[in-house]
């Protein structure tokens, strides 16, 4: 036992022994980051697929980690149907050059829904981070749930992320839960990297510009609102695959996004 682990609430303890053996498994991977929001629907999904595919495209090693427990949506994303089940460790899928982890490996039927309460939850995530083989990569793009208890706060502690990009909307009410979930993260003591306004109409909106004050970050993007976006989830497409103009796009925001500041 460790000099100062006898002072230590047991379960604490528990939780730092648990971030240790997945700082341990995830020991090969460069830089982890997580693609965030406390409002659902906003387009988490939709910008972390693009950022890792887009990093793909450039020549990095990447994988991609649906870590949203209760309606994990990257692999309908990919047009994955084939649903792994669990076995461990957990083997990253090849999808196009990316490894791509769900927790929707935890369920054997797609459209089965998850009903967990908080504590099934943590530990449910904190198994799937300790078990999971990722072996050597350059980054790791991580898709969060919503919200800001359980699930995401259960990643900010156990992931150890480089940094968050926080994905926000023109709408007052996006921008605001923006600004809640830097400022938790940033309790956590995980950083913003930058500030996504997805569903933009142009030039980014004052709401925008107002997470990006408040957030203390200069790196605020524009992704347009397209309905290919749609077409392109719906039929397992990845838009900067297929789409020589969305990944210039994606390509510039990625460049920026990852420049030293
Ligand atoms: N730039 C865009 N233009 C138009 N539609 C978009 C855009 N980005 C995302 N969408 C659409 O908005 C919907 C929500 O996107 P997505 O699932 O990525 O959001 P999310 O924040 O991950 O949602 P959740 O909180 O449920 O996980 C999807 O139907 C997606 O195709
Ligand atoms: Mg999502």
Not at 48 to 54: D, M, S
Not at 167 to 179: D, F, G, K, L
Not at 188 to 213: T, Y
Not at 224 to 246: H, I, L, M, P
Request: with cysteine.
């Amino acid at each position: 036992m460790a000099e100062n682990e006898e002072h230590m609430h047991p379960s604490f303890m528990g939780v730092l022994k648990q971030k240790e053996r997945v700082r341990a498994k995830l020991s090969g991977i460069k830089h982890k980051i997580g693609v965030y929001s406390a409002k659902g629907g906003v387009g988490k999904t939709t910008i972390a697929v693009n950022i890792a595919y887009t990093l793909s495209r450039m020549g990095y090693k990447v994988g991609l980690l649906d870590a949203d427990i209760d309606c994990p949506n990257v692999t309908m994303f990919l047009g994955i149907d084939r649903m792994i089940g669990i076995t461990v460790p957990i083997r990253p899928l090849e999808h196009n050059g990316v490894r791509v982890a769900s927790t929707a490996m935890l369920v054997d039927e797609v459209k089965r829904p998850i009903i967990w309460r908080g504590p099934i939850i943590t530990k449910m995530l904190g198994d799937f981070f300790e078990n999971t083989e990722w072996g050597e990569l350059d980054y790791l793009i991580v898709d969060l749930p919503p919200g800001t208890s359980d699930a995401p706060l259960t990643i900010m502690q156990l992931l150890d992320l480089d940094g968050f990009v926080i994905v926000t909307t023109p709408q007052r009410i996006a921008s605001i839960n923006a600004i809640r979930s830097g400022l938790m993260a940033r309790r956590l003591g995980v950083s913003v990297l930058g500030i996504v306004e997805n569903m933009s109409d142009g030039e980014a909106s004052e709401n925008a510009r107002e997470v990006g004050r408040t957030l203390g970050t200069e790196k605020l993007f524009s992704v347009g609102r397209d309905q290919s976006f749609n077409a392109f989830s719906d039929s397992g497409r990845v838009a900067v695959v297929e789409d020589d103009g969305k990944y210039a796009e994606f390509r510039k925001l990625v460049g920026e996004l990852l420049a030293a500041s």
